[in-house]
């Protein structure tokens, strides 16, 4: 089947404490993206790739880093979590211009 | 970036047509309208998009105005499970891929 990977899908956390959301898709799909979602600031993008080893910023990247050594995985690393980066996180990848992205089931993370 | 309105909520009745509408006026000649829904804290869920011309796929038909200033979406039967929060994007970049979700419209079908 056809899918974006994401795990977890909840994870509670301490401040400070390194994490990695990981992010896999099976559909070698090129552009691959984050996003994050809070209630009243709907979905905002935090980082997004149009290839292996190609990433930018999207409107909310601090905070966070990625990586795209490899076309199916593109995982989210929090080096230093905080409490305001408790939110829903959602994974996104698509072949590419004019096309529809898939979205992952979401990560529920709380920094504790 | 192209900026768009659209209503903060709709209700429809189990089995009539929702038309959702979506004003984008300031959008250029070539970028495209993306419509997105999300049910509940689901991952969105990607239902059509368009250029010029109407659209039709088996989710939903996308209606665009001449002037492309506005467009609406059209569920032709909607059911209970089709409740959810509706999102129009016009793509940021050239490549398609950068998308803003504003807050949508929250539809909601009623049996």
């Known amino acids: 089947e056809a899918q974006v990977t994401q795990n977890p899908r909840y994870l509670i956390t301490v401040t400070g404490k390194k994490l990695t959301v990981t992010c896999s898709q099976n559909?070698?799909?090129?552009?691959m993206s984050w996003y994050r979602q809070d209630p009243g600031l709907g979905l905002r993008q935090i980082y997004y790739s149009m290839n292996v080893e190609v990433t930018d910023k999207g409107d909310v990247p601090e905070g966070y880093k990625v990586s795209r050594k490899e076309k199916r995985n593109f995982p989210l690393i929090l080096e230093s979590p905080s409490p305001n980066q408790t939110s829903l996180y959602f994974c996104?990848?698509?072949f590419g211009t004019g096309l529809g992205y898939t979205f992952g089931s979401g990560t529920r993370l709380t920094v504790v | 970036d192209a900026k768009t309105t659209q209503p903060p909520s709709m209700d429809c009745a189990e089995g009539r047509a929702a038309n959702l509408p979506c004003n984008h006026s300031?959008?250029?000649?070539?970028?495209?309208v993306y419509w997105y829904r999300q049910i509940h804290s689901q991952g969105p869920q990607y239902i059509i998009h368009g250029l010029k011309n109407n659209e039709t796929n088996e989710m939903a038909s996308l209606i665009i105005t001449e002037d492309r200033k506005s467009s609406t979406l059209i569920l032709p039967h909607a059911t209970l499970r089709d409740t959810a929060v509706y999102y129009c994007i016009p793509p940021r970049d050239n490549y398609g891929q950068n998308f803003v979700f504003g807050p949508g419209t929250r539809l909601s079908v009623l049996p």
């Open positions: 996104a990848s698509s």
């Open positions: 300031t959008i250029s000649g070539n970028e495209y």
């Open positions: 559909m070698n799909h090129e552009y």
